[in-house]
């Protein structure tokens, strides 16, 4: 009997034990161990966490065709308010193949003409630009005219009568078919010397001025002499006619 009660005492203080071994907190060296593992199965290396954080930033990057685009328009923005200082930071654009300088400037430009068109066009003609393809200038010159059609007439009838100004008088002619056709009409007949800018210029007036008031475009195209400018602009408005 006294055997069985002092194993029994043997089991219970062996199992107490047992328990209060559980329930003490881990030494510092196993709680180290312990988070370091934890750590190392989570975390990654120097190299994988570089690759993954300039990943990251060229996902947020914006293309180098964004780029561009959106500097073009701040430069444009900027020549609205400060031509000097916007046409001197396009100048230091780089000369490629794609020509980034040239567009640079142009945009210089437009942002100039919205406030000084004649400059704009000045400075257009400084660096060659009105030479180049584009239309750089014959655009300029319709910006123009769509904002004050009288002085932008008034100083193209002082330009050199050649090729270059009725293509720009095709823009005018243009501008201002769209909202006095009578003007434009008369611009085309006595401002343009014969030829075949004039008769693109009279078929821009026919056109524009059918869709507005058919029957009075008819009567300004049927006081033409028998040509075949007359055949043809009286074909353009019998077709608007049809269409109708």
């Not at 001197?88 to 430009?109: I, K, M, S, Y």
């Not at 000045?122 to 750089?136: H, M, N, P």
């Not at 611009?187 to 030829?195: D, F, N, T």
């Not at 009567?219 to 009286?234: C, H």
Request: with cysteine.
């Amino acid at each position: 009997m006294n055997k069985f009660i002092l194993g029994c005492f043997f089991l219970c203080l062996f199992v107490a034990l047992a328990a209060l071994q559980r329930s003490e907190p881990p030494s510092p060296e196993i709680a180290t161990a312990s988070a370091s593992s934890r750590t190392n199965r989570h975390s990654l290396s120097p190299e994988t966490s570089s690759r993954r954080a300039t990943a990251h930033e060229g996902s947020q990057d914006e293309s180098s065709f964004q780029r561009e685009a959106r500097l073009l328009i701040e430069l444009r923005e900027q020549a609205e308010q400060d031509p000097p200082a916007a046409w001197a930071t396009a100048l230091e654009w780089p000369e490629r193949n794609g020509g980034e300088r040239d567009q640079a400037l142009a945009e210089v430009c437009f942002g100039i003409a919205a406030r000084d068109p004649q400059g704009a066009i000045e400075r257009a003609r400084s660096v060659g630009l009105d030479r180049q393809s584009g239309a750089l200038e014959e655009r300029l010159v319709q910006q123009w005219a769509a904002a004050d059609a009288a002085s932008a007439l008034a100083w193209l009838l002082k330009e050199p009568a050649d090729e270059s100004r009725d293509k720009l008088m095709l823009r005018v002619t243009y501008v201002l078919s769209q909202t006095d056709p009578v003007a434009a009409a008369k611009l085309a007949l006595e401002k343009m010397p014969p030829g075949p800018a004039q008769d693109e210029a009279v078929m821009i007036v026919v056109g524009l001025w059918a869709r507005r008031d058919l029957p009075a475009a008819r009567t300004w195209v049927e006081e033409f002499p028998d040509s075949p400018l007359q055949a043809r602009a009286a074909g353009e408005l019998e077709s608007i006619a049809g269409r109708r």
